[in-house]
């Protein structure tokens, strides 16, 4: 029998698995399974926090199967995007354009923080956030080694915002995105036409305070940043991997560019993902079968899939949509959070903004998304308009919100791996540098990421505000 209590335990669960998960330290067993099989605690740790659930009756089988059922699509998505990403990363795709970056940049730091910025945030536009950070850090590492860009955390630090900020953009940038689309009814392009202003402004933002910062260590000016300042010049790379663009790249750009068609016609026609996500994968995996092109066969890839956020983000699905159904949402959390944002439209465009941006840090942004979607579905205004930007508003908080800590999202835990990982292999074939390179911690990402998300979430506020006073100008409050 499910209690009153019950949202405080389910809370706690999800509250307890996310910090155990997000701990570093391991034990000799699980680095042996991590180093060998790609398993870490997001693998293992959900399904126990769900077995406890289950066991003290907290969670009850009519949310496990409505998680389940409706959400299982958007596993399957996140699959599909990573065989994708797989063949874009296999064909030299995302090396060609890095090089091409560095190249152009022609020795300048700060130009080549900004153009990696920018590319990462396209790439991120079409692609997603979790994906961006598998295949494009490997990339920029490189580069600082090969580079000798000794203090990697201002390039590295700004792809990290930029995954999480021009991925509002579309409804594939992001599984928030679609979970919260999925609620309240958005199709591809209903998307596009609510989210792409948003999203260039927060990108615009970024921007700017990215080139603020490096403006300020150059000039020794802030202390906070001081720790960020990198050396004004750098050499060009030695080696240049993917000097022209292939065949090879082109079919993969095209399985891509026919899996956002299809997800277009999917998500216009009201069906389940599935429907867009399976042929995709399909697709993919047969072009790297047949083709002698790739030097890998298919099981690599298959093999390096992010298998954990089946089981991490099923269970928190779970938890949110039993969340979702106690008394405490529907009598309580519903009508406060319906006349604490129906008396003004700033609470909306700015409280909503920074409301759901820590929603994310608390939970993680699957079960924030999965519970601001809920609510969304459930609140009714007055006026159209308020609940239009309230929509904007959380999708803009709980994308940026992903990059204050590593507890924001799945990226923040690949992220950090990834560095791990790929400092360990550079290491190796430049050990001269290995000493001298320094790399983004922990509580660097919580100083650059709040500055980013205190900035970008108040400049995303205020135009959403505008945008508010625009739109009722012209149509009128409705």
Known sequence: MISVSDPVAILALIIASVLFIVTDWRTALEKRLRARYGIDRDWWVPPIAFAVAVGASIVGLPAIEAAFYDKIDIIVLIFSFGIMSEGLGASGFFK???????????????RLVLYMFTMTSI??????????????????????????????????????????????????????????????????????????????????????????????????DVDLFSDLKMQSQYSLP????????????????????????????????????IWCAVPSMVLAMAYWYRSDEHEERL??????????????????????EQFARTAFVTGQLVPMVQQFFQVSPVRAAVVGVYGSGVMV??????????????????????????????????????????????????????????????????????????????????????????????????????????QWVLLSVLIGPY
């Open 96 to 110: 060609y354009i890095a090089y091409k970056i560095t190249a152009i940049c022609n020795g300048n730091s700060t």
């Open 299 to 320: 099981k690599g890839p298959i093999t390096r899939l992010p298998y954990g956020v089946f089981f991490f983000g099923m269970t928190f699905f779970i938890f949110a």
């Open 123 to 220: 790439v991120t536009l079409f692609t997603t956030n979790d994906i961006v950070v598998l295949v494009v850090t490997p990339v920029i590492v490189e580069i600082c080694f090969q580079a000798g860009i000794r203090n990697t955390k201002p390039i590295l630090l700004s792809q990290f915002v930029a995954a999480n900020t021009l991925s509002m953009g579309l409804i594939i940038g992001s599984p928030t995105n679609l979970i919260i689309a999925e609620e309240v009814g958005l199709d591809f392009v209903r998307y596009v036409i609510l989210m792409i202003l948003p999203a260039v402004i927060a990108f615009f933002s970024s921007f700017v305070l990215i080139s603020w910062i490096i403006d300020l260590t150059n000039r020794d």
């Open 238 to 273: 030695d080696e240049v991997p993917e000097p022209y663009f292939t065949p090879q790249m082109r079919t993969w750009i095209l399985i891509f560019g026919t899996f956002v068609v299809l997800v277009a016609i999917v998500t216009f026609l009201g069906v389940s993902l």
């Open 361 to 466: 840090n608390i939970f993680n942004d699957l079960p924030a998304a999965a519970l601001v979607a809920s609510i969304l579905g459930q609140v009714s205004f007055e006026t159209f308009l308020t609940k239009y930007v309230l929509i904007q508003a959380s999708l803009v908080g709980l994308n940026i919100g992903t990059y204050v800590t590593q507890v924001g999202a799945l990226a923040g835990l690949i992220w950090f791996n990834q560095l791990r990982i790929q400092r360990q292999k550079q290491r190796e074939w430049f050990p001269e540098l290995a000493r001298e390179m320094s790399f983004p911690k922990r509580m660097d990402l919580v100083r650059y990421g709040l500055a980013h998300f205190v900035f970008t979430g108040l400049v995303a506020g205020l135009f959403l505000l505008f």
